[in-house]
Protein backbone atom coordinates (compact mmCIF):
# COMPACT_ATOMS: atom_id res chain seq x y z
CA UNK A 1 0.00 0.00 0.00
CA UNK A 2 1.84 3.34 -1.34
CA UNK A 3 2.03 5.76 1.34
CA UNK A 4 2.04 9.85 0.12
CA UNK A 5 4.51 10.11 -1.91
CA UNK A 6 6.30 13.88 -2.43
CA UNK A 7 8.72 15.02 -5.14
CA UNK A 8 10.83 16.78 -5.36
CA UNK A 9 12.64 15.85 -1.94
CA UNK A 10 15.35 19.61 -1.64
CA UNK A 11 14.73 22.63 -3.85
CA UNK A 12 16.88 25.39 -3.88
CA UNK A 13 15.61 28.76 -5.81
CA UNK A 14 16.28 32.12 -5.56
CA UNK A 15 13.99 35.46 -4.52
CA UNK A 16 11.61 36.14 -7.39
CA UNK A 17 11.44 32.47 -9.09
CA UNK A 18 8.59 30.46 -9.18
CA UNK A 19 8.41 26.57 -7.91
CA UNK A 20 5.62 23.74 -8.12
CA UNK A 21 6.05 21.31 -5.48
CA UNK A 22 3.87 17.67 -6.85
CA UNK A 23 2.45 15.50 -4.57
CA UNK A 24 0.36 11.66 -4.75
CA UNK A 25 -1.81 10.69 -1.97
CA UNK A 26 -1.98 7.30 -0.29
CA UNK A 27 -3.83 5.10 -1.92
CA UNK A 28 -7.83 5.27 -2.17
CA UNK A 29 -7.45 8.93 -0.50
CA UNK A 30 -9.62 11.84 -2.51
CA UNK A 31 -8.30 14.78 -0.39
CA UNK A 32 -5.12 16.28 -0.23
CA UNK A 33 -4.03 19.17 2.10
CA UNK A 34 -0.91 20.93 1.93
CA UNK A 35 1.16 22.83 5.22
CA UNK A 36 4.38 24.96 5.37
CA UNK A 37 6.43 23.99 8.51
CA UNK A 38 9.08 26.97 9.16
CA UNK A 39 12.12 25.77 11.33
CA UNK A 40 11.12 25.15 14.77
CA UNK A 41 7.54 25.30 14.16
CA UNK A 42 4.62 23.43 13.73
CA UNK A 43 2.90 23.02 10.58
CA UNK A 44 1.02 25.66 9.21
CA UNK A 45 -2.31 24.62 6.76
CA UNK A 46 -1.91 26.14 3.23
CA UNK A 47 -5.08 24.59 1.63
CA UNK A 48 -6.62 21.71 0.61
CA UNK A 49 -8.07 20.15 -2.48
CA UNK A 50 -11.39 17.47 -2.78
CA UNK A 51 -12.87 16.73 -6.28
CA UNK A 52 -10.21 19.36 -8.19
CA UNK A 53 -11.37 22.05 -6.15
CA UNK A 54 -9.76 24.15 -3.55
CA UNK A 55 -12.06 23.19 -0.09
CA UNK A 56 -10.37 25.41 2.63
CA UNK A 57 -7.35 27.60 2.53
CA UNK A 58 -5.51 28.95 5.38
CA UNK A 59 -3.93 32.21 5.80
CA UNK A 60 -1.51 32.35 2.88
CA UNK A 61 -1.23 34.82 0.41
CA UNK A 62 -2.50 34.08 -3.60
CA UNK A 63 1.56 33.68 -4.18
CA UNK A 64 0.31 29.90 -3.29
CA UNK A 65 -1.59 28.01 -5.52
CA UNK A 66 -2.61 24.64 -6.03
CA UNK A 67 -4.28 22.26 -8.30
CA UNK A 68 -5.86 18.82 -8.01
CA UNK A 69 -5.20 16.13 -10.84
CA UNK A 70 -8.42 13.54 -11.96
CA UNK A 71 -6.13 10.90 -10.12
CA UNK A 72 -6.40 13.14 -6.87
CA UNK A 73 -2.45 14.00 -7.10
CA UNK A 74 -1.58 17.67 -6.55
CA UNK A 75 0.54 20.45 -6.94
CA UNK A 76 1.79 23.04 -4.80
CA UNK A 77 2.79 26.33 -6.90
CA UNK A 78 4.81 29.41 -5.32
CA UNK A 79 5.08 32.46 -7.22
CA UNK A 80 7.46 35.55 -6.56
CA UNK A 81 9.37 33.47 -4.09
CA UNK A 82 10.48 35.63 -0.53
CA UNK A 83 13.09 34.39 1.08
CA UNK A 84 10.40 34.06 4.20
CA UNK A 85 8.78 31.05 1.89
CA UNK A 86 11.77 29.09 2.46
CA UNK A 87 10.10 25.78 5.24
CA UNK A 88 9.76 22.34 5.13
CA UNK A 89 6.50 21.76 2.50
CA UNK A 90 4.41 18.95 3.59
CA UNK A 91 1.36 17.08 2.14
CA UNK A 92 -1.21 15.31 3.73
CA UNK A 93 -3.84 12.83 2.11
CA UNK A 94 -7.36 11.72 3.85
CA UNK A 95 -10.56 10.05 2.79
CA UNK A 96 -13.61 12.25 2.33
CA UNK A 97 -15.78 9.56 3.88
CA UNK A 98 -13.49 8.95 7.13
CA UNK A 99 -15.07 10.26 9.79
CA UNK A 100 -11.98 10.98 11.52
CA UNK A 101 -10.71 12.20 8.22
CA UNK A 102 -7.20 11.35 9.76
CA UNK A 103 -4.17 12.65 7.55
CA UNK A 104 -1.53 10.91 6.66
CA UNK A 105 1.41 12.61 5.82
CA UNK A 106 4.62 12.61 3.09
CA UNK A 107 8.18 12.89 3.66
CA UNK A 108 8.21 16.47 2.32
CA UNK A 109 9.76 18.90 0.41
CA UNK A 110 12.70 20.94 1.97
CA UNK A 111 12.64 24.65 0.06
CA UNK A 112 15.73 27.08 0.56
CA UNK A 113 15.14 30.67 -0.97
CA UNK A 114 18.18 32.92 -1.39
CA UNK B 1 -11.45 30.48 16.76
CA UNK B 2 -9.39 28.01 17.32
CA UNK B 3 -6.13 27.60 19.11
CA UNK B 4 -3.88 24.96 19.95
CA UNK B 5 -1.22 25.14 23.29
CA UNK B 6 1.91 22.79 24.03
CA UNK B 7 3.81 24.34 26.90
CA UNK B 8 6.75 21.82 27.29
CA UNK B 9 8.99 22.62 24.53
CA UNK B 10 11.44 20.32 25.10
CA UNK B 11 10.76 17.06 27.93
CA UNK B 12 13.26 14.44 29.22
CA UNK B 13 12.18 10.57 29.78
CA UNK B 14 14.20 7.36 30.61
CA UNK B 15 13.85 4.58 28.68
CA UNK B 16 11.40 1.79 30.09
CA UNK B 17 9.53 4.93 32.14
CA UNK B 18 6.17 6.61 30.90
CA UNK B 19 5.54 10.05 29.99
CA UNK B 20 2.89 12.40 29.32
CA UNK B 21 2.83 14.82 26.60
CA UNK B 22 0.35 18.02 27.45
CA UNK B 23 -1.74 20.09 24.91
CA UNK B 24 -4.77 22.39 25.35
CA UNK B 25 -7.06 23.61 22.79
CA UNK B 26 -9.80 26.26 22.50
CA UNK B 27 -12.22 25.60 19.93
CA UNK B 28 -16.28 26.77 20.63
CA UNK B 29 -17.94 24.03 18.32
CA UNK B 30 -18.64 21.28 19.82
CA UNK B 31 -17.46 18.28 16.99
CA UNK B 32 -14.06 18.42 16.56
CA UNK B 33 -11.23 15.83 16.09
CA UNK B 34 -7.79 15.47 17.98
CA UNK B 35 -4.37 14.17 16.77
CA UNK B 36 -0.97 13.88 18.00
CA UNK B 37 1.68 13.09 15.49
CA UNK B 38 5.64 12.15 15.44
CA UNK B 39 8.29 13.94 13.52
CA UNK B 40 11.53 12.57 13.51
CA UNK B 41 14.72 13.95 12.13
CA UNK B 42 13.65 12.67 8.67
CA UNK B 43 10.57 15.46 8.85
CA UNK B 44 7.83 13.36 8.13
CA UNK B 45 4.72 13.32 10.04
CA UNK B 46 3.70 9.71 11.77
CA UNK B 47 0.01 9.85 13.14
CA UNK B 48 0.12 7.89 15.97
CA UNK B 49 -3.90 8.53 17.58
CA UNK B 50 -7.10 10.04 17.16
CA UNK B 51 -9.85 11.39 19.76
CA UNK B 52 -13.29 12.22 18.26
CA UNK B 53 -15.03 15.35 20.44
CA UNK B 54 -17.79 12.81 21.16
CA UNK B 55 -15.78 9.83 21.93
CA UNK B 56 -16.59 8.84 25.60
CA UNK B 57 -13.87 6.47 26.24
CA UNK B 58 -9.91 7.31 25.90
CA UNK B 59 -8.28 6.77 22.79
CA UNK B 60 -5.62 4.01 22.70
CA UNK B 61 -3.13 2.83 19.91
CA UNK B 62 -0.48 0.73 21.07
CA UNK B 63 1.87 2.44 23.95
CA UNK B 64 0.01 5.48 22.93
CA UNK B 65 -3.04 6.73 25.08
CA UNK B 66 -4.72 9.94 24.90
CA UNK B 67 -5.96 11.53 28.47
CA UNK B 68 -9.08 13.37 27.04
CA UNK B 69 -10.41 15.98 29.42
CA UNK B 70 -12.99 18.01 27.78
CA UNK B 71 -14.20 19.44 30.26
CA UNK B 72 -10.99 21.04 30.61
CA UNK B 73 -10.06 20.90 27.09
CA UNK B 74 -7.24 19.11 27.31
CA UNK B 75 -5.90 16.13 25.64
CA UNK B 76 -2.45 14.94 26.98
CA UNK B 77 -0.60 12.22 24.89
CA UNK B 78 0.41 9.56 27.31
CA UNK B 79 3.62 7.31 25.87
CA UNK B 80 4.37 4.11 28.04
CA UNK B 81 7.79 1.41 28.23
CA UNK B 82 9.64 4.72 26.32
CA UNK B 83 11.89 3.73 23.93
CA UNK B 84 15.16 5.08 22.06
CA UNK B 85 13.20 5.61 18.96
CA UNK B 86 10.52 7.85 20.41
CA UNK B 87 12.75 10.68 20.56
CA UNK B 88 11.32 12.77 18.29
CA UNK B 89 9.26 16.03 17.97
CA UNK B 90 5.48 15.60 19.06
CA UNK B 91 2.70 17.52 17.37
CA UNK B 92 -0.73 17.93 18.39
CA UNK B 93 -3.36 18.73 16.41
CA UNK B 94 -7.48 19.77 16.17
CA UNK B 95 -9.12 19.62 13.04
CA UNK B 96 -12.41 21.47 12.78
CA UNK B 97 -12.72 22.60 9.66
CA UNK B 98 -9.69 23.01 8.91
CA UNK B 99 -6.63 21.14 10.98
CA UNK B 100 -4.08 23.17 13.20
CA UNK B 101 -0.71 22.24 15.05
CA UNK B 102 0.53 22.88 18.19
CA UNK B 103 4.08 24.43 18.40
CA UNK B 104 5.30 20.68 19.46
CA UNK B 105 7.51 19.02 22.09
CA UNK B 106 10.72 17.87 21.44
CA UNK B 107 10.71 14.53 23.58
CA UNK B 108 14.48 12.89 24.65
CA UNK B 109 14.38 9.29 25.96
CA UNK B 110 17.94 8.72 27.87
CA UNK B 111 19.48 5.30 27.74
Known amino acids: DAGVTQSPTHLIKTRGQQVTLRCSPKSGHDTVSWYQQALGQGPQFIFQ???????QRGNFPDRFSGHQFPNYSSELNVNALLLGDSALYLC?????????????FGPGTRLLVL | AQKITQTQPGMFVQEKEAVTLDCTYDTSDPSYGLFWYKQPSSGEMIFLIYQGSYDQQNATEGRYSLNFQKARKSANLVISASQLGDSAMYFCAMRESQTIFGAGTRLFVKA
Open chain 1, 49 to 55: YYEEEER
Open chain 1, 92 to 104: ASSFTRDTQETQY
